[in-house]
């Protein structure tokens, strides 16, 4: 019991502290601080049916011109009600950024190779924001390079 404690007061000290995951500007972020790994594993859940989602719509459409969040729930994707998603789209190929929108989640992202959803792999993103995104949208972008 007393090392469960000790366990317990050391963990919370780290996440008060900002042990790898930022200081908390508030005790209220406290519980969502130590939450946010289960956050984290829902949006990496969420951004893999996408990259699945998309790479049906392509090869389907024969590209992204005419993409639409409409049309990947059509694919079995819908969008999370905690989730900002970003998709950048050009010619055959994508990139995705996500991240749930409560505090303490990481920002990740999937990056096609010619629209070939095998050839990418969802990663937590090298740099990440210092706050949270402050609500859950989808926005597609059109672009000439990814």
Request: charged share 15%; aromatic share 6%; no cysteine.
């Given at each position: ?31 969502a601080r130590m939450l946010a790994p289960a956050y984290d594993t829902v ?84 740099t990440q924001p210092a706050e949270p995104p402050p609500t859950a949208t ?9």
């Amino acid at each position: 019991m007393r090392s469960t404690l000790v366990s317990v007061a050391a963990v919370l000290g780290m996440v008060v502290a900002g042990g790898g995951t930022g200081a908390l500007h508030s005790a209220a972020e406290l519980p969502a601080r130590m939450l946010a790994p289960a956050y984290d594993t829902v949006t990496v859940a969420n951004l893999h049916e996408l990259a699945l989602a998309l790479t049906s719509y392509g090869l389907d459409a024969g590209g992204y011109d005419g993409l639409t969040v409409a049309a990947l729930a059509g694919w079995g994707w819908t969008p999370s009600d905690r989730t900002a998603v970003t998709i950048w789209v050009v010619r055959d190929s994508f990139r995705v950024v996500a991240q749930d929108v409560r505090v303490g989640s990481a920002q990740y992202e999937f990056t096609s190779a010619a629209g070939d959803s095998s050839s990418g792999v969802v990663e937590r993103s090298a740099t990440q924001p210092a706050e949270p995104p402050p609500t859950a949208t989808v926005t597609v972008i059109r672009t000439t390079s990814l």
